[in-house]
């Protein structure tokens, strides 16, 4: 059995079904650079029948992205596995991942299907991706609440047609961690052929990287999660614990290494929080900003004579180096577009002027600048690689208890000026309602997170910012050292965004899996 453990991360496609989670083409790029920079074996770029978006998505990765196998989902329908083959076939290595449910409960409720036509589904769609494609992966959806001969069965026949890995779904988060091992060494022993088992855990029960590990134990040598654990509801296996668990406990599982570069995990896990909107928690293992505080004494003393005392991972392996102080008001464009390199972060042209504008204004009120305030700034500035729409040109805010707050933005709109005046029942209010004045796009605020940048009094608060108008849901951030005006920021992004998919190709999802 190979030592190898292949990393299929789902983020695009099981993780952008997080709710409120809306990624577009851009910007699924951007992560799919960095999931491969990251080094995992597979991206699953998307469902390319699903919408119009998700096929353009699915397409631009396999077109742009090298390194690992770009995968597409599809159900066994023909015009799906059709769909999917369209969007992925330019990939130097493409892979077809055809799925159907097998669970008693989802074929009578939800396919209306007896077991013998899931079966046919499953023999026709497999056959059909292999005419396409030699990687053909194949999911019977909910495999932990199905029969277990009837699964067998059904991966037989799937092997029988050329399917070279059969990934085994805990999709509603049920499996415990010995019955889910237990679960992937009897489908070794039952269905024959040449062919990898891959996990599939979902966390509704916390149990996801724990389910994932013990099917690795038991033989598996692909495990799909996603960065940051993101996924439907509770979320997947978060890729970041899987790794650093076989990393850390080698001796436990026998030696297998995967081909992930652990050092890119913390920027991954941003550039991946950043793009979605979904922070990370504080006290998230690997990649939370407190997964290498110590905070009593005791533990801090020991730290110091020997970090070993309590922790049993290297911050550096992981890419959590304390943030060094990086840059200040008198540092120059050149230091400035340097460090952003050495973050990966590779800015040109207009680009790189919008930003270190921002840079140089924050810079004036904040005395240093940490990796992680640049990173603020890129993302507040950028958010993608797209065009913005509206800039801020000024904001003036007035209020207090004893006064109704009243705000007045000025805003660039291509070469000309728009404004707006407005009040609110408080400033933030107040700034959102002149914006949608100045813009003309009215929408609902459906989230809205405030939170600092790093620590200390001149700290930069960073919001972040979930607007719903005309069909479209759209994130936004803004960095500021004034709360206020970071949600103004914040606001006037989600409006960018909102404005591109608006005039871009719809994205509506028809179908879902
Ligand atoms: O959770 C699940 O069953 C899935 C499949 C489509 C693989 O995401
Ligand atoms: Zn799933």
New binding site residues.
Partial sequence: MSDHLKIFD?TL??GEQSPGISLDVAEKLEIAEQLANLGVDIIEAGFPIASVGDFDSVQAIANAVRGPVITA?SRTGFQDVDRAWEAVQHADRPRI?V?IATSPIHMAKKLRMTEEQVKAEIVAGVARARSYCTDVEF?P???SRSDVDFMCDVLQAAVDQGATTL?I???VGYGVPEEYGHLIAHIFETVHGDYVIST?C?NDLGLAVANSLAGVQAGARQV?CAINGL??RAG?AALEEIVMAIKTRSDYFGGIQTGVRTEELARTSRVVSRLTGYPVQYNKAVVGRNAFAHESGIHQHGVLEDRETYEIIDASTVGQEAAQIVLGKHSGRHAFADSLAKMGLRLQGDALNQAFVRFKELADRKMQLTEADLEAIVAEELGTNAVHRYAMASLDVHGGTQSTPVAKVVLTDGDGKVDGEAEGNGMVDAVIAAIAQATGVTGTVVDFKVSSVTGGGDALGDVIIQLEAEGHTASGRGVATDVVEASGRAYLNAVNKLVRLRDGRPRERTVG?
């Fill in positions: 789902t496609r099981d989902l991942h799925f999911s959806e909910d495999g990934n779904p805990d999709t599939h979902h799909e996924g439907e997947n899996p």
